[in-house]
Every structure is written in C-alpha cells, then in structure tokens.
C-alpha cells in the first residue's frame, strides 16, 4: 500500500530509520558527507521532481568503486521519501537467499519478501555482486514487478548498468528505463575507517 504523500511532511526518526532496515552506521549520513560528483547533481534533480519521480517510478542506479559511500547515498533518498508520510526498506542483495528460503518476518503480519514489493521505495544494496542464479533471478523479479506497477527502485553496484554480468540484456534494458545512472566518486570511505582504527591501535598508550 503506498503512503507516500509529497503535499504532507514529518519527522524521520530514528525508530522510522530501523524500521527501514537502514544500519546504524547511516543514520547520521547527510548531504554534505557526499563529495561533488555525477551523482550528487542527480540526487538534487530527483529531489526537486520527488512527486514526479515517485508516480512515474523513477530511481537511480548509483554506481562507482567500492567504498565510495553508495549505500549511504540512497539511504538520503529513502528519508527523502519517508519525509513526505511514504514506505521504503533497504535490501541487502547478499541476504536474499535466507530471506527467501527462511520465510524471515518483516514484522507480525509481513514477511521481509513480500515487504520489497509492498514499500513506496526500495534499495536494492549492491545489485553487481557475484550473486548466483537463484538471487540475480529474485533481484529482476523484484525490479520487473515494481516497474511494471511503477513503483521507483534505487540499485547501488559497483559497475555501470551495462556490465552487470548476472543479468540479461532485457533486464538491463528495463532498468535504464526506471533508473537513472549517477556516478558516485571521491573519498575512500573504507580507506578513512582503517586509518582511524589504526591510529586506535597503534597510537594509543602502552
């Protein structure tokens, strides 16, 4: 059931950002922590066309190395969306098989693989991983039904959408017709981390 309602706003709480399956080290994300790039001058464009983009089923597929923050940036768009009343979970593509194949719950009434279908919009974390038949095949599942129904996706990968080796031609097809590339460039977010712990271990007191 979509909720999402562009002429009404809320507040998004930290409760609303678990409820959205987005991991605590993202809750603090905001804008400025993404550096000038394709995909920050993307994300202001879908900002402004937010109501547009949610009817006609609009995402971004964010894409770039490893490390560079894409996960972080699609979960401003899901708060984005949550802003204004609407529904949206971040998948996990690497955890799609037990999701599946354990029945796991969303909550009391809905399990997490009928949730996907269900939110105003979903993130589909790292769409280019090696995944095997059975998940690519659940991932253009997913991403077909909620196209069909216009219904917008984000997808983060590492490769352009031409070069996802696990799927098709009419499935990438299909997707560079609902996602908008935006590349995501600058800082090693990873890089940063293991100096950090690094300093923490080595420059500490005896």
């Known amino acids: ?22 991991g605590e080290n993202f809750w603090r994300v905001t804008l ?19 109501d547009e983009c949610m009817k006609k089923g609009y995402g971004l597929y964010i894409w770039g190395d490893f490390r560079r923050g894409k996960s972080a940036a699609a ?11 609407g529904t949206a979970y971040f998948l996990e593509t690497g955890r799609i ?13 809905m399990l997490i693989k009928e949730r996907v279908f269900d939110v105003d919009l979903l993130v589909l974390d790292d769409v280019g991983a090696n995944h095997n038949d059975f998940v690519a095949g659940i991932i253009e599942q997913i ?7 216009a219904m917008p996706t984000v997808c983060t990968a590492n490769p352009h959408p031409s070069k996802l080796a696990k799927h098709g031609t009419s499935f990438i097809k ?13 800082r090693d977010w990873g890089e940063e981390a293991s100096e950090e712990m690094r300093g923490l271990f080595e420059g500490g007191d005896e």
């Open 174 to 186: 299909v997707l560079k017709n609902y996602c908008w590339p935006a590349r995501l460039e600058g």
């Open 143 to 149: 991403f077909r039904f909620r196209a069909d129904r």
């Open 97 to 109: 098989a037990d999701f599946w194949i354990g029945n796991v719950p969303f909550d009391d009434e």
């Open 75 to 85: 979960t401003l768009m899901m708060r984005e969306v949550a802003s204004h009343m």
């Open 1 to 22: 059931m979509q909720l999402f309602d562009f002429s009404r706003t809320c507040k998004v709480t930290d409760d609303d950002l678990a409820w959205m399956n987005i």
């Open 32 to 50: 400025d922590a993404i550096p000038d790039c394709g995909f920050k001058k993307v994300y202001a464009q879908w900002v402004k066309r937010l």
